[in-house]
């Protein structure tokens, strides 16, 4: 059986069981309480499990792609020196929120494996958790697996997402490979290659909290995953997971760009294996929206990439090998994920850009770890943080090498290192809040009762409700309404929650936000102006019409700057966040280099003139699947379910959207980009303006211009001329200053020149010039005839002190040294390197008198 007939066995299977076929989520779950990454088949149904959300069908069945990097289940340090551990891997699941259970569960497991895929039922054991003697019971008495085949573990089967979470006992499947793979005796104390782990049966039972403590979930589930690569192993005989259908291709493209071959060397044949399973999870990891960077996820994909190509390179890689490893994993994988096959020349763009970056430094960085491993065993702490500042070596891999070599790295001295430099370009933390625990179950109490909130707000502005709860302090202060039908939308998307003005016959409340305390429950959070809003009474709820037609009107606009930025820089800008306001919008993209001013002129035109068109913005709901067809674009870090709401903007923008929207195009009215600017790597920022913003801005604009053409004595039209007419006038009469004031210092020049004493040294004091005027001074003075040597000083404004010093060439005395004898005295310093002519400062005026004298005396003594 291959992989694509391995996947519609299981989904088809559980489907004729009443299951719902529900698609992989992607790698970045959405909940709170998720792990980095999506890590298992049961994190996109966080939600049901937790009782957070009612589950839209009891029972569903997955093929779930994963990775486990970082965190509670971290497999890459065994990736490529075990059969089995990969990065990145898929998962075949099925799940039950609160329907069936133990029982069920076990039966189909069995029956799918022996009567469906084939398993020689004698060969598999079981395993379960210590004091779980009721799944022990319905394998030995139900199934009919003897009990010696049966074991019990404690920790090994008590399966647990994170440090907190959903969890619970689990059941263990287990296929006996025989004596040639190990010694026996079953899974507990068997040879680890002998016994495969093919499936674990998780009867989620407990919620894990941040304390340690196990609460009881409000409904026990069951979460099922099976391994889908050591399933397909076993199923096509081969040895490995890397001689399976899904990972051999990409061991033989790894083959073919080091020149090396598989089964030749045990440590080559490990570097292979790591850039087969690096593969996967780099390309699939760019193609669900994440990006190398230095933090959280896109730090992991950095680690990944560059992880891959130090173990090609090292192998004898001389090219890039991203690019082909990735289009490797699209035609192995692309059928059965067609998003991968859609993204194939972005994501291959990507990671060819990381790698580019990385193998800029490869030489130089292996170049310095060499040095530190041939000075000891010791790396140090210095040279690990200038690998990972300079070179691009994360900390993981600098460790790596440092371990294959028998070393260690001053972790001690790195982490000193980095913090240092932490401090120095020290970010302002971001926060997300998260929903207010003492809240939680009141939250999930009303979901319980009275469902979802229904929105009415895409075709009302007002309408009657229910109160069904207010939250918060009595007597005052903000407080948390709930209605049962609202037509205040709440933030998403984007775009801000809605505000406005809830009453009931016995009081007043001005909605401040209306948010999610829980997906699908509007929470309005507002403050009682007037008596008192309590459950149970008839209400009636007033958006801010005004604001909302303002915020209509930008989220349509936000659109169309999706769509032109699309179409004038490329189909790789992909949204990377929004924001929908009354007063603007912002949008954040991916792009790799500054949009220009003739790109944003572009982007612009593009948008009016759909604007002008004045077509119907229209929306219609769609099954998921038949909106992407159509083109729609989802945007990134939403949640979406099996039926969606398209909304179509002009000729070209199809976008899922829960948003609000003008009825047509006209309605939005004029839009100006107003900045550009670039926000993180590889991460762009457009802000722009709509409609009577867009005009307010124009018109301030042009009473500015205005104003500045009637100072000018001119017109708006003629400003940029009268400009230029003003300037050629303010030159001209800088340049009759300057011959004026030239003329003045010449004069004066002489003056003191002729106080020279017949010595050729004058030192005085000037006052009210600035520095540099003082310098002019002092280089005209030692211009007149008889005088080689000039020290002035003086006070160009109160509190601050100015020297110059003077000297003809070649007379021995230096400038510099003259001006620093004053500028001590006076509390200041400078001198420069000009033997001759020096300017130095000072800040207390009070002893310029006696710093100008100390010269005198220096100037008279004999000659250094």
């Not at 096959?341 to 580019?356: H, L, Q, Y």
């Not at 944003?600 to 229209?618: F, H, K, P, S």
């Not at 802000?687 to 005009?695: D, H, I, M, P, Q």
Request: hydrophobic share 40%; with cysteine; proline share 5%.
């Amino acid at each position: 059986m291959d992989s694509n007939g391995l996947r519609r066995a299981f989904l088809d299977f559980f489907v004729a069981r009443g299951h719902v076929e529900v698609p992989s989520a992607g790698l970045v779950p959405h909940h709170p309480r998720a792990p980095l990454f999506t890590n298992a088949g049961m994190n996109q149904f966080l939600p049901y499990f937790l009782g957070e959300e009612v589950a839209p069908y009891p029972r569903a069945t997955s093929v779930q792609k994963c990775v486990r990097v970082r965190g509670r289940h971290d497999d890459i340090e065994q990736v490529g020196r075990t059969p089995k551990h990969a990065t990145f891997f898929e998962m075949l699941g099925n799940f039950s929120f609160g329907d069936y259970f133990k029982r069920d569960a076990i039966i189909w497991a069995w029956e799918l494996l022996t009567e469906v895929l084939g398993f020689d039922g004698d060969r598999l054991w079981v395993t379960v958790y210590t004091t779980d003697d009721e799944a022990a019971d319905i394998w030995a008495d139900v199934v009919g697996i003897p009990r010696a085949r049966i074991q019990r573990t404690e920790e090994d089967n008590f399966w647990e997402m994170g440090d907190t979470g959903p969890c619970g006992p689990d059941s263990e499947i287990h296929f006996d490979r025989g004596p040639d793979w190990g010694i026996g005796g079953g899974p507990v104390g068997g040879a680890d290659t002998r016994y495969v782990e093919l499936w674990n049966l998780v009867f989620q039972t407990y919620d894990r909290q941040a304390s340690g403590e196990l609460a009881p979930l409000p409904k026990p589930g069951i979460d099922t995953g099976a391994g889908f690569e050591r399933v397909l192993t076993i199923l096509q005989g081969v040895p490995t997971v890397w001689e399976t259908d899904v990972l051999r291709p990409l061991v033989a493209r790894a083959e073919s760009l080091t020149g090396r071959t598989y089964g030749e060397d045990a440590e080559a044949d490990v570097a292979l294996r790591v850039v087969a399973d690096h593969a996967r999870t780099m390309s699939f990891m760019i193609s669900d929206g994440v990006f190398p960077s230095n933090e959280d996820r896109g730090y992991v994909l950095r680690r990944i990439i560059r992880r891959a190509v130090l173990r090609a390179s090292l192998l004898g890689a001389t090219r890039l090998v991203c690019p082909s490893m990735v289009e490797a994993v699209v035609d192995v994988m692309g059928d059965a994920y067609p998003d991968l096959a859609k993204n194939a020349d972005f994501v291959s763009g990507v990671a060819a850009r990381e790698e580019e970056r990385f193998r800029s430094n490869l030489r130089s960085g292996m170049a310095l770890l060499e040095a530190e491993l041939a000075g000891g065993a010791l790396v140090s702490g210095e040279a690990a943080f200038k690998l990972h500042d300079t070179h691009g070596f994360p900390i993981e891999l600098t460790r790596e090498i440092a371990a294959g070599r028998g070393a260690t790295v001053d972790e001690a001295g790195f982490a000193g290192a980095m913090e240092r430099q932490r401090v120095q370009s020290r970010e302002a933390a971001k926060g997300q809040a998260g929903t207010d625990e003492a809240n939680l179950g009141a939250y999930r109490e009303l979901v319980e009762q009275f469902g979802p909130t229904t929105f009415i707000g895409y075709g009302a502005l007002d309408g009657e409700a229910r109160v069904l709860a207010v939250i918060g302090p009595e007597g005052g202060g903000q407080v948390e309404i709930f209605l049962d039908h609202t037509p205040f939308y709440a933030e998403a998307g984007g775009q801000v929650g809605d505000t406005g003005v809830i009453s009931t016959s016995t009081g007043r409340a001005r909605v401040l936000d209306t948010t999610y305390a829980l997906p699908g429950l509007h929470r309005h959070l507002a403050v009682v102006e007037e008596g008192f809003i309590a459950p149970g009474q008839e209400a009636r709820a007033v958006v801010d019409a005004v604001r909302r037609a303002a915020i209509r009107r930008n989220h349509t606009g936000t659109h169309l700057l999706h769509w032109a930025l699309r179409e004038v820089l490329g189909p790789h800008v992909k949204q990377h966040g929004s924001l929908v306001a009354p007063d603007r919008l912002r949008f954040d993209f991916t792009h790799y280099a500054p949009v220009t001013r003739a790109e944003l002129d572009q982007v612009e035109d593009l948008v009016n003139t759909e604007i002008l068109g004045d077509m119907a913005v229209w929306t219609e709901e769609l099954p998921r699947a038949e909106a992407e067809a159509k083109g729609a674009i989802a945007f990134f870090g939403e949640k979406y379910g099996e039926h969606v709401r398209v909304v179509h903007a002009g000729e070209g923008s199809i976008e899922l959207c829960g948003g609000t929207h003008v009825e047509r195009l006209g309605m939005i009215g004029p839009v100006e980009v107003i900045s550009e600017s670039s926000i993180g790597s590889n991460l762009r920022r457009v802000e722009a303006l709509t409609g009577a913003a867009t005009l307010e801005r124009l018109r301030l604009n042009e009473a500015r211009l205005a104003h500045a053409a009637a100072l000018l004595k001119s017109t708006p039209d003629d400003l940029a001329a009268a400009i230029e007419r003003r300037l050629n006038e303010v030159r001209e009469l800088q340049d009759e200053l300057r011959s004026a004031r030239q003329a003045g210092l010449a004069g004066e020049a002489a003056v003191l020149a002729a106080a020279a004493a017949g010595d050729g040294a004058v030192v005085a004091r000037r006052d009210g010039l600035t520095a540099d005027s003082l310098r002019d001074l002092a280089v005209a003075v030692r211009s007149q005839p008889g005088v080689h040597t000039v020290v002035l000083g003086g006070s160009p404004e109160a509190g601050k002190v100015a020297l110059v010093a003077a000297v003809e060439p070649g007379h021995g005395l230096e400038a510099p040294r003259l001006v620093s004898t004053a500028a001590r005295l006076v509390g200041g310093g400078g001198g420069g390197r000009n033997p001759e002519l020096a300017m130095a400062g000072g800040r207390d005026v009070s002893r310029l008198d006696e710093a100008l004298e100390a010269v005198r005396s220096e100037i008279k003594g004999p000659t250094p």
